[in-house]
């Protein structure tokens, strides 16, 4: 073999090297990105340190442990009848109120029939809210199962 050919061979055999440190940086990097996509939370849910939604059962024995009640539901529906010590803020005013409802407490949100409560839950999760469930059933279903409610304002 020649001193060229020689030459030529190195040269050949330091750009594979070149090569493959390059695919061995580019592989390390989506590995990396990989992992910390899969570490963080993707959706506000995936933090909540409550499930989602719990039956009036569970939610009553929270309430009465002081966990926060936050309603949901408009004025007109509050003055028909809410939970004792209950807090209204109506769903389409939750975004702008949320410093309302404390980050250290258990937070369980009621509204009609368990649909807006979801919603609610959900803003809460997206502000940073930890334990936040809803109730499933709704003041409909609190009151069939017999808790404590109050009519008025």
Known sequence: MTKKQKK????????????????????????IAIFIATQSPT?????????AEINT????????????????????EW????????????LDQLEARVSEVPFDQEVIIICRSGNRSQV????????G???????AGGIKGWDAAGHPTVTGE
Do not use: C, M
Not at 8 to 27: D, E, G, Y
Not at 43 to 51: V, Y
């Open 8 to 31: 030529a061979l190195r040269k050949k055999a330091k750009n594979n090297q070149q090569q493959l440190w390059i695919v061995l940086a580019i592989v390390t990097i989506a590995i």
């Open 43 to 51: 959706t506000p849910a995936t933090i909540n340190a409550l499930p």
């Open 57 to 76: 059962g569970l939610a009553f024995e929270k309430y009465e442990e002081g966990a926060f009640l936050l309603d949901v539901r408009t004025p007109e």
């Open 120 to 127: 609610g839950r959900d803003i809460l999760l997206a502000a």
């Open 79 to 90: 003055a028909e009848y809410h939970v004792p010590g209950a807090t209204l803020i109506t």
């Open 129 to 135: 809210h930890r334990s936040v469930t809803s109730i």
